[in-house]
């Protein structure tokens, strides 16, 4: 079964992605920065609206995945909030200045968010050495992570992510995103073996709004594909 996470851009398009069948939404605010955590009244309102499955990003700014001590904090603050307001799980990634994931940080995050699971974001995609750093978001206790395999799309990076998911062997989900589309999404779960994708599918008007028919278009490819 390969299942459809959406990252929507606010409560609206957290309903459209459940009524055309998304399995799960990535909450996120701020897309043109490559999503940054939504207010507490979305991630509220969410929680309280959907009943398919909820993971905000927990991300304080756009930009790079240095984080300093004060964005830290509210990190902290935020997932104290997602785990107070009933969520599934969220979603977030650190670096070290040297391209490495920050573990530290990342395991006093996962022993506050527990029992949430947590996604790594694509931060992953900027380390220095993907397949090491695999093997780091494993033993930390990751639920998955989100990559395009280091390229700028999931397609581009079919065979990285292909390659990700063998080294995986199911002890992290390895979960491809960006640039994903209703065009191509059943060739790269062909090429990479993924079980599960992740994408906006929206349209500019309203603002990077999470398209129905798309979703539905892309739920039912994902139907088919395993038939």
């Known amino acids: 079964m390969v299942l459809l996470e959406v990252c929507a851009n606010g409560v609206n398009s957290a309903l459209v992605?459940?009524?055309?069948?998304?399995?799960?939404?990535?909450?996120?605010?701020?897309?043109l920065e490559g999503g940054t955590t939504p207010s507490y009244g979305?991630?509220?309102?969410?929680?309280?609206?959907?009943?398919?499955?909820?993971?905000?990003?927990?991300r304080p700014r756009g930009g790079n995945f240095v984080y300093s001590d004060l964005?830290?904090?509210?990190?902290?603050?935020?997932i104290i909030n997602c785990k107070t307001l009933g969520c599934d799980g969220v979603v977030f990634g650190m670096?070290?200045?040297?391209?490495?994931?920050?573990?530290?940080?990342?395991?006093?995050?996962?022993?506050?968010?527990?029992?949430m699971p947590a996604t790594f974001h694509r931060a992953f995609d900027e380390c220095a050495d993907l397949p090491a750093a695999l093997e780091v978001l494993i033993a930390l206790g990751f639920e998955r992570v989100l990559t395009s395999g280091g390229a700028a799309t999931a397609l581009a990076g079919?065979?990285?992510?292909?390659?990700?998911?063998q080294i995986a062997a199911d002890r992290i989900e390895v979960m491809p995103g960006a640039g994903v589309t209703v065009e191509n999404v059943a060739a790269l779960i062909e090429d990479t073996g993924a079980k599960a994708v992740?994408?906006?599918?929206?349209t500019d008007i309203p603002f990077r709004f999470t398209n129905i028919d798309r979703v539905r278009k892309v739920v039912t490819i994902l139907s088919d594909l395993q038939r």
Do not use: W
């Not at 670096?95 to 029992?115: F, M, Q």
């Not at 992740?198 to 929206?202: D, E, Q």
């Open 17 to 31: 992605a459940q009524e055309a069948g998304a399995y799960r939404v990535e909450l996120c605010d701020n897309l």
């Open 158 to 165: 079919t065979k990285i992510l292909k390659t990700l998911i």
């Open 71 to 78: 964005e830290f904090e509210v990190m902290k603050a935020d």
């Open 95 to 115: 670096l070290t200045g040297s391209g490495e994931v920050d573990i530290e940080r990342c395991k006093e995050l996962l022993e506050l968010a527990h029992p």
């Open 42 to 58: 979305q991630i509220a309102l969410a929680r309280k609206q959907l009943s398919i499955k909820l993971y905000p990003i927990i």
């Open 198 to 202: 992740h994408g906006s599918f929206s």
